[in-house]
Each structure stands twice: as structure tokens, then as C-alpha cells.
């Protein structure tokens, strides 16, 4: 069984879509994409790669936390950026979020995200221990 769920300390959702799903006994969860938006729903650090890298690296450690879970639980990321060069410059920014061993990352660059004003949307994939694991209420 799959559970959906949305985080109540960052943006809501305005589509068709969850922040999160837990698969099997609460060990694996996938986070929707993640861009730079505060809790309400307001674009962080326009035209600011650093900044909206860490904006969205912070709601997917929110996302986590919901659930139990913490950055180094992350196995797997997408990023999308709509400036490579810019994102690479980020790199000091990931070292405040992540620690040996890395998640695995794959890096496209797109011609523009839902907003021309966002530069950056991540996606994870985690494994949380079950011991630290919180099921979340489904939606």
C-alpha cells in the first residue's frame, strides 16, 4: 500500500499532485519535485540560483522530516535547472544539506520550469529506517 501525503510546514499543492508518497512498510518515500517556494507559495530568491537551490533542498528536508526522515536517508535526486553553469556554481550550498555517501544525482538542463522566474525543481527518492519512520495520514 501507498500513502500520498502533503507537509503542512511548506507550500501547498496547486495541482495534481502529492509532496510525497511512502511505498511498502514506510521504507521508501518519493518526493514530488521541490522549486524554491516559501510556505506561502512565494517564489524565494528570484533570479538567485544559491538561493533557490537552498530554498528547495530545505523543503525537501522538511518533506523528510514529516516523515521521519533525513537528508542522508536521500538515495536518489533529479535535478532540472534552467542554467547548468549557475547550478554547478551551487555545489558549496548541496555540502550544507548532504554528507558522504551521496544520493545519486542526475542533472538536466530545461529550457524553463512552470514559472520562467524559478530556476531550479528537484526530485528525491528516500529511504527511511524503520525505526524512524512516520506514516503519514493519507489525503
Not at 501507498?2 to 507550500?11: A, E, G, L, S
Not at 496547486?14 to 511505498?23: D, Y
Not at 547548468?84 to 558522504?100: D, H, L, N, T, V
Request: no cysteine.
Amino acid at each position: 500500500m501507498k500513502r500520498h501525503f502533503n507537509i503542512p510546514t511548506i507550500w501547498q499543492p496547486f495541482g495534481a499532485f502529492s509532496m510525497g508518497v511512502a511505498q511498502g512498510q514506510g521504507q521508501i518515500v518519493y518526493l514530488k519535485g521541490q522549486i524554491a517556494l516559501d510556505q506561502n507559495g512565494n517564489i524565494v530568491g528570484v533570479g538567485d540560483m544559491n538561493a533557490q537551490v537552498e530554498q528547495t533542498l530545505s523543503n525537501i528536508e522538511q518533506s523528510l522530516m514529516h516523515v521521519g526522515g533525513e537528508m542522508g536517508d536521500i538515495i536518489s535526486l533529479t535535478q532540472h535547472t534552467t542554467d547548468i553553469e549557475a547550478f554547478m556554481q551551487a555545489g558549496a550550498i548541496r555540502e550544507k544539506f548532504f554528507q558522504p555517501p551521496y544520493p545519486v544525482t542526475t542533472t538536466v538542463e530545461v529550457s524553463r520550469l512552470f514559472d520562467p522566474n524559478l530556476m531550479i525543481e528537484i526530485t528525491a527518492i528516500a529511504e527511511i529506517p524503520l525505526d524512524r519512520f512516520i506514516a503519514p495520514e493519507a489525503i
